[in-house]
């Protein structure tokens, strides 16, 4: 089996990336496929994602930012964030669009770990590794004490699914195998719970889920 990390930066993903359009799929070994939406990700910030922002803490890490909407409306912002991804086509595209961003794993060794003050996985991103107590663990390293993850969670809320998947396009040209998780909100907040997090805030915005997590006490202020 392929890494993640190969899947994500191998094609068909980087040229929809690329050229800002889908479609796009993750697809199941069982064939089911779940919509990928490039073309939000690929345009400005919007009404959900700035609510998102505004909550945010102290220096903010993007994990999986993709090609970079969230980094780039902090930077716009005045805000210091950085994004992380490991596809070379999401941080290219980051970078144009004005936001920092390095090619990297989140399990890699990343700058100012145990020093952030809030940490994003949006748009899915907590399905990262396949294994989400493992991905809240390793947030819970990147944070610092009482630092802020604020997670979009799966709309459908009974959603707690473990798979390999594949990105896929609309010619059926798969790219490698990889694991990959999907959540909904009770599920995130069990898992949060089993690893020591506290939950701030859950919301909604359109069809869209989000949770605020906390880590810890804090020991100085974020802002």
């Known amino acids: 089996m392929s890494s993640p990390e190969h899947s994500w930066s191998a094609d068909p993903y980087s040229d929809a990336l690329r050229t800002g359009r889908g479609p796009l799929f993750l697809r199941r070994t069982d064939g089911w496929l779940l919509p990928l939406d490039v073309e939000r990700w690929c345009a400005a910030a919007d009404a959900a994602d700035l609510d998102v922002l505004a909550r945010c803490e102290g220096t903010v890490l993007d994990v999986g930012c993709g090609p970079g909407r969230l980094v780039a409306a902090l930077c716009a912002r005045g805000r210091r964030g950085l994004g ?22 989140v399990f890699d060794p990343l700058p100012g770990t145990g020093r952030w003050g809030t940490a994003l996985l949006m748009d899915g991103n907590i399905g990262i590794g396949g294994d989400p107590p493992a991905l809240l663990a390793r947030m819970a390293q990147l944070l610092l004490p009482g630092g802020l993850l604020l997670v979009e969670t799966a709309s459908h809320p009974d959603v707690d699914e473990r798979a390999l998947v594949q990105v896929t396009d609309a010619h059926g040209s ?28 859950r919301w909604s915005t359109g069809e869209r889920c989000f949770v605020a997590l906390r880590t810890g006490r804090p020991d100085r202020p974020v802002r």
Not at 88 to 104: N, Y
Not at 174 to 201: E, I, K, Q, V
């Open 174 to 201: 798969p790219g490698p195998a990889f694991p990959w998780a999907r959540l909904g909100t009770p599920a995130l907040l069990r898992h949060a719970d089993h690893g020591g997090w506290r939950t701030d805030a």
């Open 84 to 105: 992380i991804d490991v596809s070379g086509a999401a941080v290219e595209r980051t970078v144009r669009c004005g936001g920092q961003a390095l090619r990297r794993s």
